[in-house]
Each structure stands twice: as C-alpha cells, then as structure tokens.
C-alpha cells in the first residue's frame, strides 16, 4: 500500500505541475489512504494553508482536505479560465485561525477548538481537479485530488459569527450580474460551526495540528455550479458581505 500512495502522490503532483488530466491509476479502498495521499502531496508543496470540511447533513461525519500553499487569494480574486478544466464554484461560510494548536493524541473539545477562532468571512472556494473524466471517478479519488479544491476566495470578515441563525442566513449568487441563487439556508450541515470544530480536532489528531493564519472553509451553500471563462461570479450573504471573482 505505501508504494500505491507514492505512486498516487507522484500522478497527482505531475498533473499539477504539467497542467494535463490524469486518469485514477488504482482503486483506492478507505479514508486512511485517501488521507495519506492528500498529506503527500501537501507536503510536496509546502506548508498548508488551510482545510475545507463540510458533512451533507446536520448529523453526517465531516471530510476533510488540505487547502495547498497558495490556495487563499483575496477578493476581487481573478483567475484564467481558460487555463482550468472546468470552472466550479462554491459560496461558503469560511472562518481564519488565530491560535497555534500543536499535534497531539488527545482530542480537542468544541470549546478549545472555538477559541482557536477568529472571525469568520464569506468565502468561494473554486473547484478544479487533476483527474480525467472525473464525473465517472469515485468519490475516494476526488477527495485525494483534494476534494477538487482549486482556491478559497477570502472576501468580507464576519465578526460576530457565533450569534448567527445559521439556518435563516440569505445567500445570493449573481453570475454577470444576473442573480442565479437566492435563497435561505442551504448548507447541508445547517450549522457551519460543527465541521469547524471537526476539522480543528481531526487536523490536531491527524493531521500534524492546526496553525495561525490558515483559513477553514465549511461547505457550499449554493451548491457546486460549474460556469464559462468570462463569467464574473459575485457570492453574498445578505447584511453580512461579499466574495468575487472573475476568470
């Protein structure tokens, strides 16, 4: 199985680096070497920045994924389209890290979790992947592939975030200025801040600990919608901000 990883790692990293699609090389059979396929490429390109979590339902066990070193741009983000294999986006409540927690077996409990937290901000995460034909990859691969995470947009910080109602938040997507989602709710975890306090506790058990100045994103509220280069992508929460980017 190690030889596997490193061969996964090794494919991944040179689609990365040559820009070219790759086709999943082997079936890959549990979280544990989906996990150790993310931590090698991670390490391969520097420090982490980030993570994303999300879980499809209030009570579902979250997923996690390294968000790579430059991963986190800041709004208004400008990419080119025409460079990326598809276009996806994500609107997301996101939340930055403000205190070092160091690697360790014990688990980290909600409260200590929270206090690692800063504010929160509305966030998109761009959606891209390395792996060919990747509609008709499992769902194991695409998670390796970093959960086909491409970049977290950070847009306007979000101070007072733990008196939020979380499931009446009014999001809004306008894509060249036409209002594509507007609704309220959406998120499949209805509250955010429970895979926040996951991923803080996986990533300090796990993961090598959780670091100042890293970003955790939380789930799509809007669901993943793919678009064209030249599209211009505006994500809101209704009184709270704004996140943008074009490509």
Known sequence: ???????????????RRSGRQVAAPFALQDRDAVYAI???????????AGWKTGARTPTAEPSAAPLLAGSLVRSPAKFDGK????????????FHIVRD??????????????DAVGDAFVGMEVVDTRLADFTNVSPEWLMADNQMN??????????????????????RLVIDGKVEVDQRGGLGAVDPVRPLAWMI??????????????????????????????????????????VEASF
């Open 1 to 15: 199985m190690t030889s596997d990883i490193s061969h996964a790692v090794s494919v991944l990293l040179e689609a």
């Open 38 to 48: 993310q931590d090698g490429v991670a390490q391969a390109t520097g420090p982490v």
């Open 83 to 94: 460079a990326m294999h598809m276009i996806g986006v994500e609107v997301e409540i996101s």
């Open 101 to 114: 927690i160091s690697s360790r077996s014990d688990p980290v409990g909600r409260d200590e979790a929270l």
């Open 150 to 171: 491409d970049a977290l947009v950070i847009g306007d910080s979000i101070k007072a975030w733990r008196a939020l109602d979380w499931p009446n938040l009014q999001v």
């Open 201 to 242: 506790d996986h990533a300090v058990r796990f993961r090598g600990g959780i670091r100042k100045g890293q970003a955790i994103t939380t789930g799509s509220w809007t669901g993943l919608r793919y678009y064209s280069p030249g599209t211009s992508v505006l994500g809101e929460f209704v009184g709270l901000g704004t």
